[in-house]
């Protein structure tokens, strides 16, 4: 059994290291900075931490004014209240503010309880936009890790590139997907699994999904590659051309709507570098519901987004393409 | 070199309001907002020309800034947050310096700086500002950081009365107040008016309006609420008449010295102030005017008057009386007669009596120095409290001149030069002309009030007035002595804007209705002006047009009414 850890506490833990090095890095929360696990920061630096309170606009235009003065300023609260909510202000405040060559503002919007394995709390907080909305603004940098080692590195990425970015954390706990030593860069995806029939791009934690398939799919003779796109924008286009034109076929697995999300992103280049079938696997332009915590695979499922899907899926796209 | 700083001490004492200063740069700021919208054929002169005095003060006399390196660490941040008033900013970072002047005609146009709203293209732009509710936030933002560093600079932001209905700008003023950003002064344009109509009927901060006459919410204090909003927010609350300087300033020191809760002055104001068909008429929030009528507003820009009481003319055992008198009566300035018994033969109050009389108001007090020498005696005037002070040409030369310009000028006092009946302007004056803030042309014997204008003045003024533009004079003509009801349009129509009124007005039972009188005589012949011009353009059909546009009020009527005396329509 795969290791699950807290991508939460991961950030959390992250932050304040990140904190200690840096005077310039800011936190700001909006009233869920217990769950976000950022108010240790609060703690350990009390100058340089503000909640804000339920105000999410706020939160993100206060977080960008302390980026216009020259600081690093995380904003952070769930999915939901950020991307659906704010839209307005992320784009005027943060992302199109630029200057001498420096595009929008330094902030860091780091959420979580994305998508749907929200869970319980239903249909109404389950995000599965955001990405749609981050990647259409301009500045805007977009990345969803898949486990704790992705949570940490990328945070500590971010800290250190300059400009806007969203990265999209998950509620539960996720599965350790990889190695302490795997390194991160922003725009370049990672090849989890290589093979030669057949691509899965997965992102946040359909990883884990796209790996189980991989391994199902390897039992009845089908290679799979698996790609970790993270970095969903900018995307990794070299890689997915090179996965089209060596794989012949795409599955790509999101939790997030079809429209306009991942598997479009990743579309979009497939069509313009190296057109081969592809299959979007994700919401199919449907709204989520309640699921407790173990029912939160049986939500999963009613949308399709599970391994066996995603082996399906392949198969399916290797039928055509033969 | 950064421009001017805080009302820092000079003397042991707070400096002057630096009174014309700041209006020659309003001014020239309205100018540019008529050029730079009529150029662009869109954009929004009315919500530029409500914050026109509060974006002068805070730029020409509380903010700290280099516009030669505009990202100057230490500089004071202005966010503009109603940022569809773009052209309102960036009139003034012309003005001070940021870029050419001419550039404001590139205003909305592609590839240019200056964008329909406010952009970080444009140097000295510190909020990319037009989707409303934000600026506060972001002021907040810039203020925790500038606490975070220890940092002494300040922010000043702009917000408007319809962006008021932004649930945002709520959220900021709990978290400002929170977070006591005492370093942080907001002001609010209060000007009545938002896109669809008044604000009190879209969305009522006060309460809202019964009637179609929006003046009813600026005579009626009772009704005014949105304080009251703030106040129980946790803020500092000031609020003002937003297009009067004195108050501004006064308003904008008290809150720099608040500390432990972030302060809101807000401002009562008119939109588009200044231009009579602009004035309180909801049309202009976002309409340009057209190329036609653009030079009849430049020159009606140029004809803004003001009013100057002069109390000697009433009871001497009182003085502080009249002051009360002249303040309650709305008067622009409080003129002070100083008389030494040596340049002439009656002597009045030195500047032992305007140091006592400082503190009944904060309005401009517009010192006459009728003495001999007076640069021996400037400092004492300025330590005084006056915050314009004019000397007697025929007892000053171009050395002593020049050093009374120069402790002026580092004082912020606005500087004056007058000029007795018998007097030319001298040779010396010239050099001095094009910083001038006001020249007196007296039109009696100076020494004592009550006496009869001497009717050659007229002649004197307007040919003074021509040399004054040669030499590009951008201050005011005062008219002093003798000025009443019944020739104070020809004495505007000569050329002078201030206007000295003694026995005329402070001798008057009721000094606010006089005042008032006074007004409509001075308007009545500026619009006179204004039609005479418009029909030089374009005959009676651009008298016709011009007249048209004034909506609101009974204007239209009027202006019709003169243009048929005077034979233009």
């Given at each position: 059994m795969t290791e699950m850890t807290d991508m939460r506490t991961t950030y959390g833990e992250t932050l304040i290291k990140i904190g200690e090095e840096n005077p310039n890095v800011v936190v700001v929360g909006a009233d869920t900075t217990d769950s976000l696990k950022t108010r240790p920061f609060g703690k350990k630096f009390p100058n340089r931490f503000f909640n804000v309170g339920i105000a999410e606009a706020n939160l993100v235009s206060v977080a960008a004014g302390l980026a216009n003065e020259g600081k690093v300023a995380f904003a952070s609260t769930y999915a939901i209240f950020l991307p659906g909510r704010c839209v307005d202000q992320i784009r005027?405040?943060?992302?199109?503010?630029?200057?001498n060559g420096k595009?929008?503002?330094?902030v860091k919007m780091v959420v979580s309880h994305?998508?749907?394995?929200?869970?319980?709390?239903?249909g109404s907080h389950q995000q599965i936009e955001d990405i749609a909305i981050m990647r259409a603004i301009p500045n805007m940098r977009v990345l969803i890790p898949a486990d704790t080692v992705a949570v940490s590195k990328l945070t500590w990425i971010i800290s250190q590139v300059y400009g806007p970015f969203y990265m999209r954390m998950a509620r539960s706990k996720t599965p350790l997907v990889?190695?302490?030593?795997q390194e991160f860069e922003i725009g370049k995806g990672i090849v989890l699994r290589d093979g030669s029939d057949c691509t899965i791009a997965a992102c946040g934690i359909t990883v884990q999904m796209a790996l189980d398939a991989a391994d199902s799919l390897k039992k009845e003779g089908i290679s799979s590659r698996v790609l970790d796109?993270?970095?969903?924008?900018?995307?990794?286009a070299a890689l997915i051309e090179k996965a089209a034109r060596e794989t012949g076929g795409i599955v790509t697995c999101e939790e997030?709507?079809?429209?306009?999300g991942f598997g479009s992103a990743v579309a979009e280049i497939v069509s313009e570098t190296h057109p081969v079938p592809m299959r979007r696997i994700g919401a199919q332009d449907k709204f989520g519901e309640s699921a407790r915590d173990n029912e939160v695979p049986l939500l999963l499922a009613k949308h399709g987004i599970t391994s066996i899907n995603i082996a399906n899926s392949v198969k399916e796209i290797r039928s055509k393409t033969r | 070199m950064f421009d001017f700083g805080y009302s820092i001490s000079y003397f042991g004492k707070d400096m002057g309001l630096n009174y014309y200063h700041i209006l020659k740069r309003v001014r020239e700021a309205r100018k540019l907002v008529i050029k730079g919208t009529t150029t662009a054929g869109s954009g929004h002169p009315g919500g530029s020309f409500s914050m026109a005095e509060i974006m002068g003060c805070i730029l020409f006399k509380f903010l700290r800034y280099d516009p030669k390196n505009p990202?100057?660490?230490d500089r004071d941040r202005m966010v503009l947050?109603?940022?569809?008033?773009s052209p309102g900013l960036f009139s003034n970072l012309a003005v001070a310096g940021?870029?050419?002047?001419?550039?404001?005609?590139?205003?909305?146009?592609?590839?240019?700086?200056?964008?329909?709203h406010p952009d970080?293209?444009?140097?000295?732009?510190e909020f990319c500002g037009g989707?409303?509710?934000i600026g506060l936030s972001f002021s907040i933002g810039m203020a925790l950081a500038a606490r975070i560093d220890s940092k002494t600079h300040r922010i000043y932001t702009v917000i408007g009365d319809g962006e008021s209905d932004e649930g945002q700008v709520w959220e900021a003023a709990m978290a400002a107040s929170k977070y006591k950003l005492d370093n942080l002064t907001v002001f609010l344009d209060?000007?009545?008016?938002q896109q669809d109509d008044y604000t009190e009927r879209v969305m009522p901060l006060d309460e809202e309006l019964?009637?179609?006459?929006?003046?009813e919410m600026w005579k009626?204090?009772?009704?005014?609420?949105i304080g009251d909003k703030w106040r129980s927010f946790g803020w500092n609350v000031i609020e003002i008449d937003g297009h009067r300087i004195e108050q501004i300033v006064k308003a904008t020191n008290s809150a720099l010295q608040t500390k432990g809760t972030p302060s809101i002055i807000v401002s009562r104001t008119v939109k588009g102030k200044m231009v009579e068909h602009m004035e309180?008429?909801?049309?202009?929030?976002g309409v340009a005017p057209s190329p036609k009528i653009a030079p009849i507003i430049d020159l009606e820009l140029d004809c803004q008057f003001l009013i100057a009481p002069s109390i000697?003319?009433?009871?001497m055992a009182n003085l502080e009386n009249e002051v009360k008198r002249a303040a309650h009566g709305r008067a622009d300035f409080v003129h002070l007669d100083v008389m030494?018994?040596?340049?002439?033969a009656n002597k009045t109050f030195d500047h032992n009596k305007i140091k006592e009389l400082?503190?009944?108001?904060?309005?401009?007090f517009d010192a006459h120095l009728m003495i001999n020498e007076p640069v021996k005696h400037i400092k004492d005037y300025v330590e005084a409290g006056s915050d314009i002070i004019t000397v007697h040409a025929e007892v000053c030369d171009e050395s002593s001149f020049g050093e009374i310009h120069d402790t002026l000028r580092a004082n912020e006092v606005s500087i004056g030069l007058a000029l007795n009946?018998?007097?030319?302007?001298?040779?010396?004056a010239e050099r001095f002309i094009a910083d001038l803030d006001q020249l007196i042309v007296m039109s009696?014997?100076?020494?004592?009030?009550g006496q009869k204008y001497i009717e050659s003045s007229h002649e004197k003024v307007q040919r003074i007035a021509k040399i004054l533009a040669e030499k590009k004079f951008t201050g005011l003509i005062e008219a002093d002595g003798g000025v009443d009801l019944s020739n104070v349009e020809s004495c505007f129509l000569d050329g002078a804007r201030v206007f000295v009124g003694g026995s005329a007005i402070i001798g008057q039972k009721d000094v606010r209705a006089t005042i008032v009188e006074f007004r409509k005589k001075i308007l009545y012949a500026r619009r006179k002006l204004l039609i005479q011009k418009a029909y030089s353009l374009g005959g009676s059909e651009l008298v016709s047009k011009w007249i048209d546009l004034?909506?609101?009020?009974?204007k239209k009527s009027e202006l019709v009414q003169i243009a048929k005396e005077a034979g233009y329509v």
């Open positions: 005027n405040a943060i992302a199109y503010p630029s200057r595009l929008g503002l330094n994305g998508g749907l394995t929200v869970g319980a709390d239903g990889h190695s302490e030593a796109l993270f970095s969903i924008k900018p995307i990794d997030h709507n079809i429209m306009a | 990202l100057w660490e947050s109603k940022g569809h008033a940021y870029f050419d002047k001419s550039e404001i005609e590139t205003l909305r146009k592609f590839e240019s700086r200056l964008q329909g970080y293209k444009c140097p000295g732009v989707s409303l509710g209060r000007n009545f008016i019964a009637s179609d006459d929006i003046s009626n204090a009772a009704r005014w609420k309180d008429n909801p049309k202009w929030h000697i003319a009433g009871d030494d018994g040596l340049f002439v400082r503190p009944i108001t904060p309005i401009p009946p018998e007097t030319e302007l001298p040779p010396w009696v014997v100076p020494g004592k009030s004034h909506e609101v009020g009974k």
